[in-house]
């Protein structure tokens, strides 16, 4: 029962490590890593089963509750061609500087692009307070980041189902092999689709009716289980599915009760998250991080460069000046969430080594420190610049 | 002998309490005359709103009175009080809302709806049962009224009054 002081202590550790963090002005996943990386060298030397399991019920569940609270089928469907331009380009040029790292290094094919795909995408949540204490929230940047977020973490989603694949084909898949991954995909969000409009609404109108305890709270669960299930049936991850799964559930007004959501989140960020978090924090390979190398630091220094190039270069094709292009270059530079759910994936099915690994991880605390000041400046340089103009 | 007549007394009202309450229905007890928000109304419109009435919520309608959201006073203070909104409430949708001018851009757009034909017990089953407060009650997607706790409370003292 050794685990059981395990999951006591990475869950206490992560919530006292991240109260730190957030009270420093940082996101708390940072004090969630740092739990695990402490109990890593003092306590957890092999990583259980069990700890596996529950880090992996982690990664689905935050991106679950991404997809059912973060995420309105609405927004997307008013969202603007131009964010979409700004966020393609953005999302190119990252790419190309991850894939380019590992040309230059010599890492195979799928774990080159597999660093470009983890390059890609973005954690505004991180910069949020930034652009609220600059009051930028709603000024052209600011709403043109908030727009391309929602775009960034689909398109997110939809590079790692590729790379995903690619991994179980073990080489660089055929034309063929790509159109068999596409039509996948393509099944699985039209049998999702399907399920929002014909089956979902009615089952909840239904099952709000039921005399059982949380049978609403239960059901959210089961359809979030559910399609992550039948994602992998699809020769997708789970985490996509449930992704996928929690966007159909977005709409579905009984879904979406107060105080069911809080159950969802209390689940979700109360147990699952932490120690998914934490788990990397375990996972990290503090040897090779040690020897921080070129490696290391070209990980770091290309993955915001790359961001900060892509967003000013599509923020200028869309007609924005240079100011706010590159207040925007910087407001998408932070990574989180999504990305260290992708590197653990990468790990997983041993698309990336523990270099890599550990470079990307240390990618994203380092994003999380300097893309809020970085952006504060940028601003600040705006304003400077505009009164001395006035 | 005293307590048990006092418990016949008891159940034979509860049962007839629990059966007038289910042949009573929303459309007789519901507000029909409501404040309604516009899905076009700016920030300044909604905040006048709150400021002249004093409601929890209000629905959210378009311009063919289809109930297409809700805006409550938690979302007001929300905004009103944004330089103050901790770390863990910088999401992504609340950015949106923060950011949002118009009530379309701010309003819960999700709202759990009633049909003016459920009984008065339904409403009152599902208050209790989901913690929720009042529902927008809703004939083919068209707003029709609103029921709150207050109003069941008094539907339901007003049935034990005569018993």
Known sequence: ??????????????????????????????????????????LIHQESEILKFLAEMGAIFLLFTAGYKEVHLRDLKESSAKASIVTVVQIIVAFSFGAAIGVYFHLS?????????????????????????????????GSMMLTSAIFDDIIGIFLLSIVVTMATYEQFPSGLQVLIILLKMIAFVAIMFSLRKWAF???FDQIHKMHVKE????????????????????????????????????????????????????????????????????????????????FSVLVVV?????????????SRLIGFDNYDSLIFGFGVMPRAGVELVLISIGKEMGIIGDEVFSAIVLMVAVSIF???????????????ANSNNT | MVDNDGDEDRIRSERSFAERCSEMFIKNFMTKDLVTISENDSIDQILETFDKYHFHTYPVVNEDNILVGTIDQDTILKILLVHRA??????????????????????????????????????????????IDRFCIVE?????????????????????GSD
């Not at chain 1, 692009?113 to 991180?126: H, L, N, Q, R």
């Not at chain 2, 609103?146 to 003292?157: A, G, T």
């Open chain 1, 201 to 203: 609404s009615r089952l």
């Open chain 1, 1 to 42: 029962m050794e685990v059981l002081l395990h999951i006591l202590l990475i869950l206490l550790l992560a919530k006292l490590f991240g109260e730190i963090f957030e009270r420093a002005g940082f996101p708390s996943i940072l004090g969630e890593l740092l739990s695990g990386m402490v109990l890593g060298i003092l």
């Open chain 1, 302 to 314: 290309l993955a915001l460069l790359g961001k900060l190039i892509g967003g000013f270069l599509g």
């Open chain 1, 215 to 294: 049978s609403i709270f239960a059901f959210v669960i089961v359809i979030a289980l559910f399609s992550a299930y039948l994602a992998e049936v699809f020769g997708l991850h789970a985490v996509i599915g449930a992704f996928i799964g929690g966007v159909m559930l977005s709409d579905v007004p009984h879904a979406k009760i107060e105080h069911v959501q809080s159950k969802v989140t209390g689940l979700a960020y109360g147990i699952f998250v932490p120690i998914f978090f934490a788990f990397i924090g375990i996972s990290l390979n503090i040897a090779s991080l040690q020897t921080i190398g070129l």
């Open chain 2, 86 to 131: 901790p770390r863990s409430e910088h999401t992504h949708l609340n950015a949106v809302v923060f950011q949002g001018d118009t009530a379309k851009a701010i309003m819960v757009p999700h709202p759990v709806s009633i049909s003016p034909d459920e009984h008065l017990c339904t409403a009152a089953d599902m208050m209790l049962k989901h913690k």
């Open chain 2, 140 to 160: 083919d997607g068209k707003l029709v009224g609103i029921i709150c706790k207050p109003d069941l409370i008094k539907e339901v003292y007003k049935l034990r």
């Open chain 1, 370 to 384: 300097v893309s809020p000041v970085l952006l504060k400046k940028a601003i600040q340089f705006k304003n400077r």
């Open chain 1, 109 to 141: 094919v799928l774990e080159s692009i597999f660093i470009g795909v983890a390059f890609s995408p973005t954690s505004i949540g991180v910069v949020v307070r930034t652009l609220i204490d600059m009051d930028y929230l709603s000024s052209k940047p």
